[in-house]
């Protein structure tokens, strides 16, 4: 995920999140569909959004038994999250999968011109 636009912590962490996520999901629901969302509103907050739902294994595989020391991946991601001063949840769903969501405030910082904006927009030519 490239950083253009936006302030590098961002899209590495959307990317770890993310990458977490869909490796927990291989893991424990294989052969399950898994759905990925990214949204970003620009609003005054200015926030991305994350989030990965699988349904439960699927075509009669089974999930891999935890390996020994194992078991921080979703701590991991609460951790990143709150590092940006964001929110990650994750909970089983009423099907028999699991969704984790995110969300990550994208801060201003200073444009090429010099003036604080909010990292998606751009600068007025003068």
Not at 74 to 82: D, N, S, V, Y
């Amino acid at each position: 995920m490239s950083h253009h636009g936006r302030p590098p912590g961002v899209g590495l962490t959307a990317y770890r999140i993310l990458q977490e996520a869909l490796s927990n999901a291989m893991r424990h629901a294989p052969g399950s569909q898994v759905e990925i969302r990214v949204s970003r509103d620009d609003g005054d907050a200015g926030i991305v959004g994350l989030g990965v739902v699988n349904g439960p294994p699927g075509g009669g595989q089974v999930p891999r038994p935890p390996l020994p020391g194992g078991g921080h991946g979703l701590l991991g991601m609460r951790e990143r999250a709150a590092a940006l001063g964001g929110e990650l949840t994750a909970r089983p769903t009423a099907e028999g999968g699991f969704a984790v969501t995110a969300t990550l405030p994208v801060p201003s910082w200073p444009t090429r011109c010099g003036s604080w904006r909010r990292a998606t927009r751009c600068c007025p030519r003068r």
